[in-house]
């Protein structure tokens, strides 16, 4: 396919703040209650001094590193959350399709995973307001798409497309290219792997994954598009009938965003490089 325009890609060496954000909860955490607080609820966190966090291994969201631990920009943003209530993080890795039921399921506090918020969700579970955006973005096989002219010959019903099932990118791939077959699967390593061997023409993914596709792949992968496909926020997931958890957590995201710490953060992570030398697998 032919490459209409490839994002800039800016190297930002991530800024290290000497503020160190602690607020204090003594009177949250110790608080005298009528009744025993519920799994899941910022009370039964800070009683417990756990917040247990579910992620889900998206680059450069969470990355397991070669020894095994984890990385990334949601990594940064829930140890940082963690340390500001005063708890001890744990997280559990979880595939894409199920994190949203481990959380209804009280299984995990929190989604710290990129999410998008949507109308759909919020009937499900509450969103903290945002504190992160991204694009959808599209990469293509090289030698299966060079003779296409352009995005709207991937719109054919002989034209496979992936997804990982149940995010976003599948429904942003069904949307626009809808005469396509699309060929969802559960995680993002396999989607890389499908486009880049040429199992698929294409792959929908939120950025900047496209681009380090692309950029680890310049001989079978291309990033056609000079914009993304759709915009989206992402936001803090927990569990509805918990007001006082979404109330921290948009105070915490306007606090740091106050004092740049989530722009440092992310620039880092999503306009940098330095990090990936350190991946177990590219991107």
């Not at 506090?109 to 599209?138: C, E, H, W």
């Amino acid at each position: 396919m032919k490459s209409f325009q490839i994002f800039p890609r800016v190297h930002v060496i991530f800024l290290c703040l000497a503020l160190s954000w602690s607020f204090p909860y003594p009177s949250l955490a110790t608080a005298e209650t009528e009744s025993p607080s519920q799994p899941g609820t910022l009370q039964n966190v800070l009683e417990k001094k756990l917040l247990r966090i579910g992620v889900s291994l998206f680059t450069p969201w969470t990355i397991k590193q070669r020894d095994g631990q984890l990385v990334g920009f949601e990594i940064d943003v829930a140890k940082q959350l963690a340390k500001d209530l005063g708890v001890k993080p744990e997280f559990h890795v979880l595939e894409w399709e199920k994190i949203m039921p481990a959380l209804l399921k009280r299984e995990i506090d929190i989604i710290s995973a990129g999410m998008v918020i949507t109308p759909q969700r919020a009937l499900k579970f509450n969103f903290s307001q945002p504190y992160d955006s991204s694009g959808i973005g599209l990469v293509t096989n090289i030698p299966l798409t060079k003779t296409f002219n352009g995005p709207h010959d991937l719109n054919r019903s002989e034209v496979t497309i992936t997804a990982v099932t149940g995010s976003i990118s599948e429904d942003v791939a069904r949307r626009v290219f809808p005469n396509a077959t699309i060929k969802t699967l559960s995680s993002s390593q396999e989607a890389i792997q499908a486009v880049t061997k040429g199992k698929v023409h294409a792959y929908v993914e939120h950025e900047p994954i496209t681009t380090f596709i692309a950029l680890d792949n310049p001989e079978t992968v291309d990033e056609p598009l000079s914009k993304p496909l759709l915009e989206t926020r992402a936001g803090f997931a927990v569990n509805k009938g918990d007001p006082d958890f979404i109330n921290f957590l948009n105070a915490w995201i306007i606090s740091h965003d106050a004092d740049v710490w989530l722009s440092s953060a992310h620039n880092y992570w999503f306009e940098g490089v330095e990090w990936r030398k350190d991946l177990a697998t590219n991107p």
